[in-house]
């Protein structure tokens, strides 16, 4: 079957929700998802302002069909109730919270969601950064058959500083690979972490493709200057499109009807490729429908 409801979510721009010309700036960027960031990126003193600022930017409906999410403040943290109270009632497609721990924490949030009217269809998105998360991952994902949750973030920063690691790729491939594997085992988006040199487009382009081929959906980014680049990576490629529309065409073929295994361009085809090939085009047509 072919998914329907997807949604481009190739670049997802995190924005300070305190620089306001980051605010007015985000409203023209081609990035899919735009994360209004209370978190991290906000210092203490201005946490009150950023929230205000989010939450007035986020109902004037000045982001056209962006995705819009909030990150709050984490759960120990003297912001994260009203954070989460204003969120829920910010109208943003869904809610990223740092430092998630264990599933207890989505069980939590996601009930919290509910008391805090949150839309049926607001979302809860995990950062996935810190070691007990890496460690409790089947039970977060889990959550997501029957919570809010929908989406992993991936956080190095954080993760390096947590493992007392170099920030450097290779210490995260096999959680990498194990985020991608807990979130698609449970239908859950998942996005690649930063990468904070922006002005080196090679260097973003070669984790763009590495978070590709590990199959993440897509990355987030922290400078206009990114967007370009991971919505180019993560779209589906001309060559695998052509072959997606090659395989498409050839089980329509009544000399191929009924069969489960055919061969396309000399290699075995199966139905499962048929699906791959039918999503891919999916994939493809929903970018396009966004940009118009
Ligand atoms: N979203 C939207 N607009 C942004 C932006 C972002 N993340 N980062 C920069 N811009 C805008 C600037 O406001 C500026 O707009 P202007 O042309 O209207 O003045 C323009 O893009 C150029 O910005 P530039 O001068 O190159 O960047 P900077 O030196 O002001 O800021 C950072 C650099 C890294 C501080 C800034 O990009 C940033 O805050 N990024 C997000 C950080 C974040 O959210 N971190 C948390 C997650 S890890
Ligand atoms: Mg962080």
């Given at each position: 079957m072919t998914?329907?409801?997807y949604r481009p979510r190739r670049s997802c721009l995190y924005m300070p929700a305190s620089n306001s010309r980051a605010l007015e700036k985000a409203k023209s960027l081609a990035a899919d998802t735009i994360i209004?960031?209370?978190?991290?990126?906000?210092?203490?003193?201005?946490?009150?302002?950023?929230?205000?600022?989010a939450c007035a930017a986020l109902q004037s409906g000045a982001y056209g069909n962006r995705e819009l999410v909030v990150r709050i403040n984490a759960t120990d943290t003297p912001w994260f109730a009203q954070d989460l109270?204003?969120?829920?009632?910010?109208?943003?497609?869904?809610?990223?919270?740092?430092?998630?721990?264990?599933?207890?924490?989505?069980v939590t949030i996601s009930d919290l969601m509910d008391e805090y009217d949150a839309a049926r269809n607001s979302k809860l998105w995990a950062m996935i950064e810190m070691p007990l998360a890496i460690l409790n991952l089947p039970q977060i994902a889990a959550l997501g058959t029957q919570?809010?949750?929908?989406?992993?973030?991936m956080g190095f920063n954080d993760l390096a500083k947590e493992m007392h690691a170099d920030?450097?790729?290779?210490?995260?491939?096999?959680?990498?690979?194990?985020?991608?594997?807990?979130?698609?085992?449970?239908g859950i988006e998942v996005i690649d972490s930063v990468y904070n040199d922006f002005n080196d487009p090679d260097g973003l382009e070669a984790?763009?493709?590495?978070?590709r081929r590990l199959g993440f959906d897509g990355k987030s980014l922290i400078h206009p200057v990114q967007i370009e680049t991971a919505n180019r990576i993560f779209a589906p490629q001309a060559e695998a499109l052509a072959e997606a529309e090659a395989i498409i065409a050839a089980f329509?073929?009544?000399?191929?009807a009924g069969k489960g295994v055919i061969v396309?361009?000399?290699?075995?085809?199966?139905?499962?490729?048929?699906?791959?090939?039918?999503?891919?085009?999916?994939?493809a047509a929903a970018i396009e429908a966004l940009a118009k």
């Amino acid at each position: 079957m072919t998914q329907t409801n997807y949604r481009p979510r190739r670049s997802c721009l995190y924005m300070p929700a305190s620089n306001s010309r980051a605010l007015e700036k985000a409203k023209s960027l081609a990035a899919d998802t735009i994360i209004f960031d209370l978190e991290d990126a906000v210092a203490p003193d201005a946490k009150d302002d950023a929230r205000e600022q989010a939450c007035a930017a986020l109902q004037s409906g000045a982001y056209g069909n962006r995705e819009l999410v909030v990150r709050i403040n984490a759960t120990d943290t003297p912001w994260f109730a009203q954070d989460l109270k204003k969120a829920c009632r910010s109208g943003a497609d869904a809610v990223l919270v740092p430092k998630i721990l264990s599933a207890e924490d989505i069980v939590t949030i996601s009930d919290l969601m509910d008391e805090y009217d949150a839309a049926r269809n607001s979302k809860l998105w995990a950062m996935i950064e810190m070691p007990l998360a890496i460690l409790n991952l089947p039970q977060i994902a889990a959550l997501g058959t029957q919570k809010r949750l929908t989406g992993f973030v991936m956080g190095f920063n954080d993760l390096a500083k947590e493992m007392h690691a170099d920030h450097d790729r290779a210490n995260f491939a096999s959680v990498m690979t194990q985020t991608v594997i807990a979130a698609r085992a449970y239908g859950i988006e998942v996005i690649d972490s930063v990468y904070n040199d922006f002005n080196d487009p090679d260097g973003l382009e070669a984790e763009c493709l590495e978070a590709r081929r590990l199959g993440f959906d897509g990355k987030s980014l922290i400078h206009p200057v990114q967007i370009e680049t991971a919505n180019r990576i993560f779209a589906p490629q001309a060559e695998a499109l052509a072959e997606a529309e090659a395989i498409i065409a050839a089980f329509r073929d009544p000399v191929n009807a009924g069969k489960g295994v055919i061969v396309v361009d000399g290699k075995m085809t199966e139905l499962l490729h048929l699906k791959q090939a039918r999503q891919l085009v999916a994939t493809a047509a929903a970018i396009e429908a966004l940009a118009k």
